[in-house]
């Protein structure tokens, strides 16, 4: 398996592998040509959108600023809405099904490490700098008519089921069923949306 491969399946893989540096490059070099769209042509920034993130399944909004890793990772579903101040850390797929809304400064985080020093850091003396920082990357999924409130942290591995509601706050570290509401951190079940 290349690192990149490795990357997609979840398993350790070096972060500062060349294809995967090039990936991420790429997809920053997109980023720039969105940042020079003007906010205000709304329809120009949406379609500019499409040629960031790696699909879009119709129109969706995200306001600027906004940070990715890759930007080929997040996958948009129709009408999602993200608010300013996103961090897309898509070093896996983020997937936000359709009508999914996110408020302000909500991070959408795929990375981690492994919980080792030993594990982390790999000596590599005959390179600059002289070890590999190893990264694990699990996939995030958003379900259908979510709503992520402001300043959430969706960790990696994680699925927010479908009509689920993510308090402002929260640090979601572990599934969400659907049609149901958690707060805090770490983010816990509060009730049912239909309460």
């Known amino acids: 398996m290349t690192e990149y491969e490795k990357l997609l399946a979840g398993e ?5 592998d060349a294809e995967i540096l090039d990936k991420q490059m790429a997809g920053i070099a997109a980023k720039e040509e969105l940042d020079k769209v003007p906010e205000a042509d ?3 920034w949406i379609q500019s959108l499409a040629k960031v993130f790696g699909a879009m399944d119709g129109p969706s909004l995200i306001q600027p600023p906004f940070k990715i890793s890759f930007g ?3 996958r948009l579903g129709k009408w999602c809405y993200v608010n300013k101040g996103a961090t897309f850390l898509d070093d896996n797929f983020i997937t936000l099904g359709d009508h999914v809304a996110v408020g302000p400064n909500v991070q959408f985080i795929t990375a981690t490490h492994p919980l080792r020093s030993e594990d982390r850091i790999k000596p590599k003396p005959d390179q600059f700098p002289p070890f590999d920082v190893i990264n694990i ?3 995030i999924t958003v ?4 709503w992520i409130g402001a300043g959430a942290i969706i960790m990696p591995g994680v699925t927010i089921g479908a009509r689920a509601v993510v308090g402002a706050g929260a640090v979601v570290t572990k599934d969400v ?3 149901t509401v958690v707060v805090g951190n770490p983010a816990r079940f509060l009730k049912n949306v239909d309460e």
């Open 137 to 139: 990357a699990k996939p």
């Open 12 to 16: 350790p893989y070096n972060g500062a």
């Open 143 to 146: 379900g259908d008519h979510a």
């Open 72 to 74: 080929s990772h997040v």
């Open 42 to 44: 709304i329809f120009a």
């Open 177 to 179: 069923p659907a049609s």
